[in-house]
């Protein structure tokens, strides 16, 4: 677990991050998860997808939406610039390369858990997006929960639904969530933050 790491330390481990979402963890969970996040934006807007991985995002919106990507693998960001984004850039979501409300929507997916500081990471995603953000967090009673964090090399922390809607809450207001099941069980949290 990274919680005595700086930003800058727990960042640098995901230079090279090993799980490629495509090659490892994509199935009929992970796609009806981003299908039910991306049912929330809306058609023609301009989406920034936050930790954007190998690149999926981009096959589950209106084609009339302009999609940016940035995540800190340069090996997954090269491999996302073949997939349907408009630009695909190396940087963490703590220092965004973006101007103050420059797209409508960010999706962060996944991602929540990995961040050494939430609280920072929150407040630039705000700074960033105009309209709204959509979250997504293991649930804490899924394969992927919080009981995985003390053995799970990259995660820092869990959420439950009450410490998720709390850190939304200090941006924006949760206007919607939706949890989205799996082998039997809940796996994961979506919400939506309004700006």
């Not at 984004?85 to 390369?97: D, N, R, S």
């Not at 995985?148 to 949760?174: D, K, W």
């Not at 082998?183 to 949290?189: D, E, M, S, V």
Request: glycine residues 8%.
């Amino acid at each position: 677990m990274a919680e005595n790491l700086s930003d800058a330390q727990n960042n640098a481990r995901f230079v090279e991050y090993p799980y490629d979402i495509h090659e490892t963890w994509w199935n009929d969970l992970q796609q009806r998860k981003m299908r039910s996040m991306c049912s929330r934006v809306r058609a023609g807007e301009t989406v920034l997808d936050v930790g954007c991985n190998s690149g999926y995002l981009p096959e589950f919106l209106d084609k009339s939406c302009v999609v940016h990507g940035v995540d800190l693998s340069p090996a997954l960001v090269e491999k996302a610039k073949t997939r349907g984004y408009a630009t695909v850039q190396v940087a963490g979501a703590e220092a965004l390369p973006f101007p103050d409300k420059s797209v409508d929507v960010i999706v962060f997916a996944g991602v929540v858990e990995y961040v050494f500081d939430p609280e920072q990471v929150m407040r630039e995603l705000a700074r960033v997006a105009r309209r709204a953000l959509l979250v997504e967090a293991n649930h804490e009673h899924g394969v992927w929960g919080e009981k995985r964090v003390p053995i799970h090399a990259y995660m820092v922390r869990g959420y439950n639904e009450e410490t998720l809607r709390a850190l939304l809450g200090t941006v924006g207001t949760v206007t919607w969530c939706e949890v989205v099941e799996g082998f039997g069980a809940p796996q994961h949290r979506i919400m939506e933050v309004v700006l």
